[in-house]
Nanobody, 128 residues
Framework: QVQLVESGGGSVQAGGSLRLSCVAS????????MAWFRQPPGKEREGVAAMYSSDGDTYYSDSVKGRFTISQDNAKITMYLQMNNLKPEDTAMYYCAARFANRYAIAGALRVRDYNYWGQGTQVTVSS
């Protein structure tokens, strides 16, 4: 059974940093895309960062490029999202997600409907 469990959210002032973690279990790590999504209050869920687990290729939304970094540990059990220079508009519930697809499925890397497995979310609040 696939399980994704996020942690690391919290409250921080603008310009600060947080690191989110996602512990994954219950599946093989071949052909796996892992990603972070977020859903601001009253808005739709959006893709933030994605990684093809097998080779570490990463993809980012324009809104976080240069500030956020997605990574995984060597055992590929835990995925991270390092968030630097946080802004109030980064305030959202952050979700870890996974899908099974080959490395060429780049078009769906940050697309909500392409992901099958989701964590429960962790709240990030950035104050000005």
């Amino acid at each position: 059974q696939v399980q994704l469990v996020e942690s690391g959210g919290g409250s921080v002032q603008a310009g600060g940093s947080l690191r989110l973690s996602c512990v994954a279990s219950g599946f093989s790590y071949s052909l796996v895309w892992m990603a972070w999504f977020r859903q601001p209050p009253g808005k739709e869920r959006e893709g933030v960062a994605a990684m093809y687990s097998s080779d570490g290729d990463t993809y980012y939304s324009d809104s976080v490029k240069g500030r956020f970094t997605i990574s995984q540990d060597n055992a590929k059990i835990t995925m991270y999202l390092q968030m630097n220079n946080l802004k109030p508009e980064d305030t959202a519930m952050y979700y870890c997600a996974a899908r099974f697809a080959n490395r060429y499925a780049i078009a769906g890397a940050l697309r909500v409907r392409d992901y099958n497995y989701w964590g429960q979310g962790t709240q990030v609040t950035v104050s000005s």
